[in-house]
């Protein structure tokens, strides 16, 4: 495989008048489209995409993992979100833990199992199903397309390989091996070699027939629990059957006459909204894109937001958070955190800096309905822990969870940890008597990197009239406290200019320019898809109808938009 891929795209954005779906893998945006022209509306599709990406990405994604969505109703211009992440087991306390010889220095490995929360993906699905679905199709009937990937096969893509070898290897090198479902004779297929997951497939076969009691409780739920156990888990039945979703009201900021849609905490959303209000306070376009301008003042308020979400967020239902207080604070009021904010990132879990893999998809349908969807395992293949006969690995969410007594996201029992993986909606700024309208779905995935991805395409077409698909391939940045060092680093993607990581350089910024080839993952993997093309300052309304759908799919991965 190159070692030097280059991701740049050169493709031109997709555009459709009916539905378009936007994924990171094209044999899921088919199924989520297929759905679609068969009836279905966005969040059937976004289903159907999120179980064919647990069989074609399992590196990524799956039943075994966390995710969260926004759904867009056109009829009434309402925005509502599903929290789909799990908990801790009841049992894993902070004293638990101190018991076992750990504490916030020397804290559980991250592969241990002992991080694996209540996989809470199984259940946002059927409830997205059940509260945003079009009920003209059955759950199974919405599972079938990856159902027959699974029982059937598929060809592995690319950048799957090379992400499927890369973290059975950290697992292996971690003293962990991935369950045998998830290779071929004891090893991670290659790419174009076709990958079969019939206990996958039995899995979600199940899933469909009986909803969420075929996952949390009776086999599958039992073969979690064996497996949780024998590696010296926590996890009980109790734990697993007495989950659900909660239903969320988004949060939102106004940024030049529009509106950005994240999901609340325990999400990192808030971190996206903290960083639009600094920049709303600088002539971004005036600077240039991606000058040394430019990337000093977004490093600079990346450090500000991502300090403030990492004193504030944690499990609502644990701690109180000042939401309102929070986003209606302005650049000049935070400047004074720098003092502190170097000791305040010392704090910051290992692994919540850890690179991950995640999927993020979207999905808008022939009603203007949009759902915004993400799912994850965490850190790869998660714990790499598989239940026996089931086809998914167990995330290792709970190595986010921090063990410094007085941290808002500090472990305890039946706890969400503080998460990274968040979805987006992008609205104009209505009155109060006038419902939004929806200008676009869109979300990058990546850790720590997500609301930084998040605002940087988003500002690649407002500020700087980029097409979904430009600002996507745009070369991107990414900020992050080096716990090694104990300072904050600058990387630099492949595309901009040495001259500007130069003049960073000299600005005090510790700098890590070019990063190129698969490294060039650390930036995120995105989808776009926009009503219009309001991002266009040249385009004339009359000559393009708001109807048309523009999407867009990050080059750093392997799939596509599709439309029809």
Known sequence: MDADLNFSSRRSPVICLHGCVASSQPLASATGLDVLKRGGNAADAAVAIAAALAVTEP???????????????????????????????????????????????????????????????????????????????????????????????????????????????????????????????GHPPKQGQVFRNPALARTLKELGEHGKAAFYQGRVAQAIIDIIVQHGGVMTLDDLSSHDSDVVSPISTKYKGVRLWESPPNSQGLAALLLLNILENFPLKALGHNSADYIHILVEAIRLAQTDAKSYVGDPDHVTIPLQSLLEKKCSSQRAQLINMDRVMQDVEPALMTESDTVYFCVVDCQGNACSFINSTFMGFGTGLVPKDCGFSLQNRGASFSLHQNSVNCVAGGKRPYHTIIPALLTDCASESQKPQLLASLGVMGALMQPQGHIQVLLNMLEFGMNPQQALDSPRIFVEYDLKENQ?????????????????????????????????????????????????????????????????????????????
């Open 59 to 185: 590196c990524s994604t799956g039943p075994g993992g966390d995710a969260f969505c926004l759904f867009f109703n056109s009829d009434t211009g309402e925005i509502r979100g599903i929290n789909g992440s799990g908990r801790s087991p009841k049992g894993l306390t902070l004293e638990f833990l101190k018991g076992r010889k750990y504490c916030a220095e020397t804290p559980p490995p991250v592969f241990d199992a002992l991080n694996v929360t209540v996989p809470g993906a199984p259940a946002c699905w059927c409830d997205t199903i059940q509260m945003f679905g079009s009920h003209k199709l059955s759950l199974r009937e919405v599972l079938n397309g990856a159902v027959e990937l699974a029982e059937v096969g598929f060809p592995v893509a690319e950048i799957t390989a090379h992400g499927w070898t890369h973290w059975v290897a950290e697992l292996r090198n971690a003293g962990k091996e991935l369950g045998g479902d998830l290779l071929i004779d």
């Open 488 to 564: 904050w680093s600058v990387n630099l993607e492949e595309g901009i200019n040495q001259e500007v990581a130069e003049v960073l350089r000299r600005r005090g910024h510790k700098v890590n320019w070019p990063v190129i080839g698969h490294k060039r993952s650390q930036f995120g993997r995105g989808q776009i898809i926009t009503i219009g093309d309001w991002w266009n300052p040249s385009a004339s309304h009359n000559d393009h109808p708001t109807r048309v759908l523009w999407a867009g799919s990050d080059p750093r991965s392997d799939g596509c938009a599709m439309g029809f």
